[in-house]
């Protein structure tokens, strides 16, 4: 391993839907240590039948994650990247400010803005430009929905408005911007076809740049830190899920993905995409990777409809774990009958034990008990029918990649899961492997690491391979 010359820390802020982390990397005796800096919830408010995002809160937040990290980095900070959720966005005014607290992709409103949207531009023909699923939550939808009084201001997704506001130039980064449904599928820049045919204006959209760009310094009340002195902001992969991806230490070619968390993508990564019509008629999507590459897979409801459940439980003053349930469902007989885990109603918040009962009645099933007492049962419900789930997006992607795929990286906190890992083993015939819960932030540090290397390209942005070699490197039980 190669020390860098450089030996200041870096942080990458992973923005979750459930909880955001601020992560610090350390040199340690030569070696990269990943300690968690700061951690705080996070979950969208409801206000006049709006669902939004507390960004005031987030900000705060991030901020005192940041000046923790300068606390416990007294040799100063090199770089900062940020990653997160993808589709949500911020509406900016020029100077940057934001105009409102975002909508969070659950609110409702997209059910209503999809189908006009495809009045302009039909959903075959989105389809054919971009390569992406078609699914109510893309950013497109909501930028369809926005309010008349903001639609002529600039917008920013989530973690890009974030490096942005610490003074980093506006852009979107790549990975993120292709969750747009905005994007063409052969030039990887925004599509003039569909701005048009939407009457969309393409100028309120920053520029694309690749994973590992350079935004510039650090500026503001934070650079006055003497830890944060010329320290540096980078776009690593913005998207998530393809920082997760970028995160896993796999070799070879046989091998496929599940992003268990909130949601669970499902699929592989593949060097080309692939947009033909057996890969539309099944709605996978081809979004960007690191390295030029595509994480092709398709979108699964996910431990979601689990912390749904609890929610409800709550209620009742129940104070059931995660792994309590994954402990107890594991006792309990299989389910008399599965549940179809990407129903729509399912994909709505509140009220998810009497959703799934309602489903388990059209389907000549007998309601279960709700109460908080019966969660064992739910819970078994929820990872039996997520594995058949993943079983069949598994041999999909088998058959629309034409790959041979061996075994599958769980990444996310469902790679802790042990239960849910053996029903998706056995629903799949593919070896599971458990890879780092926080992968999201191993691929973040391993594209920073690239950049700051100087293994970028301009077009394609960092290394691949080099991000795989700091992927290897930082995969270690310290993280």
């Keep these: 391993m190669t020390v860098p010359v450089d030996t200041r820390a870096l ?19 030569g070696q990269p240590v990943i300690t968690l800096a700061y951690r705080f919830a996070n979950a969208p408010y409801r206000k006049n039948g709006e669902l939004r995002w507390d960004l005031s809160s987030m900000s705060r937040n991030l901020d005192e994650g940041l000046r923790k990290c300068a606390e416990l ?35 409702e409103r997209t059910q209503r803005s999809q189908d006009v949207v495809h009045s302009k531009c039909s959903a075959e023909q989105m389809r054919r430009i971009t390569g992406i699923q078609i699914v109510p939550l893309n950013t497109i939808y909501q930028l369809e929905a926005d309010k008349p009084e903001v639609r002529d201001a600039k917008w920013l997704n989530l973690p890009e408005y974030f490096l942005a506001r610490w003074g980093g130039e506006a852009v979107s980064e790549r990975t993120n911007a292709t969750h747009t449904q905005l994007v063409d599928l052969k030039t990887q820049q925004w599509s003039a076809e569909i701005f048009a045919a939407t009457g969309m204006d393409i100028a309120l959209a920053t520029k694309i740049v690749p994973p590992g760009t350079d935004l510039g310094v650090l500026r503001g009340e934070l650079a006055e830190l003497p830890a944060f002195r010329e320290t540096r902001l980078i776009a690593p992969a913005c998207h998530d899920t393809a920082s997760a991806i970028a995160g896993i230490p796999a070799d070879g070619e046989n091998w496929a993905y ?7 993508l499902v699929g592989t990564l593949l060097n080309a995409p692939q947009n033909n019509a057996a890969t539309a008629k099944e709605n996978f999507t081809n979004l960007g990777a690191v390295g030029g590459k595509t994480c092709f897979h398709k979108s699964v409801n996910g431990l979601w ?13 129940a104070r059931w774990t995660v792994p309590e349930l994954v402990s107890e469902a594991a006792k309990t007989a299989c389910p008399d009958g599965l549940i179809d885990v990407d129903e729509p109603d399912l994909l709505l918040p509140d009220q998810m034990p009497e959703r799934m009962n309602r489903q388990r009645i059209e389907r000549g099933l007998k309601p279960l008990d709700t109460s908080a007492a019966n969660a064992p049962i739910f819970a078994s419900l929820i990872f039996h029918s997520l594995a058949e789930r993943y079983g069949k997006v598994l041999k999909l992607t088998q058959e629309l990649s034409e790959k041979q795929i061996s075994r599958i990286y769980i990444v996310g906190g469902g790679s802790l899961n042990k239960f849910l890992n053996s029903l998706t083993a056995a629903a799949s015939g593919l070896e599971v492997i458990p890879a780092a819960a926080e992968s999201s932030t191993a691929g973040n540090f391993a594209v920073q690491l690239a950049a700051l290397e100087g293994s970028v390209n301009s077009i394609i942005g960092a290394d691949y391979d080099t991000v795989m070699r700091w992927a290897r490197i930082l995969q270690t039980p310290k993280l």
């Design 11 to 29: 942080i990458a802020v992973d923005l979750g839907a459930q909880s955001c982390r601020i992560s610090l990397l350390q040199w340690q005796s």
């Design 305 to 317: 409809l689990l912390h749904q459940c609890m929610e409800s439980w709550a209620v009742e003053d």
């Design 258 to 264: 599940i992003s268990s968390g909130t949601w669970s």
């Design 73 to 107: 980095a007294p040799e100063g900070v090199r770089s900062i990247a940020v990653d997160g959720w993808a589709v949500d966005y911020v509406r900016i005014n020029q100077k940057g400010e934001a105009l409102a607290d975002p909508y969070c992709y659950r609110d």
